[in-house]
């Protein structure tokens, strides 16, 4: 069973950048999907940034131009690099990986405020 772990929140100034991490034990996520959704307390969660296994990628409008979904399957890994973060982009950030079955982190919290 995949396990994920995200790492790399924090609260940052709008504007600015912040570089996510979700780290994968317990199989390789070569084959997979790898994305991120992320969660404001009492919404909806929102899918947001995708990658296949080929390495095409995906993004919702609302990020596009501005985060950049990256795996190192060498590492076992997939980053999410944040640029011009804005107020609106406040949410619990979580990775999954889906397979055949679909694995998801705990998350990890990211606030951008001033």
């Known amino acids: 069973q995949v396990q994920l772990m995200e790492s790399g929140g924090g609260l940052v100034q709008p504007g600015g950048s912040l570089t996510l991490s979700c780290a994968a034990s317990?199989?390789?996520?070569?084959?997979?999907?790898v994305g991120w959704y992320r969660q404001v307390p009492g919404k909806e969660r929102e899918w947001f940034a995708s990658?296949?296994?080929?390495?095409?990628?995906k993004y919702a409008d609302s990020v596009k131009g501005r985060f950049t979904i990256t795996r190192d399957n060498a590492k076992n890994t997939v980053y999410l690099q944040m640029n011009t973060l804005k107020p609106e982009d406040t949410a619990d950030y979580y990775c999954?990986?889906?397979?055949?079955?679909?694995?998801w982190g705990q998350g990890t919290q990211v606030t951008v405020s001033s």
């Open positions: 999954y990986s889906k397979h055949g079955a679909e694995y």
């Open positions: 317990g199989g390789v996520i070569s084959p997979s999907t």
């Open positions: 990658s296949v296994a080929y390495g095409r990628r």
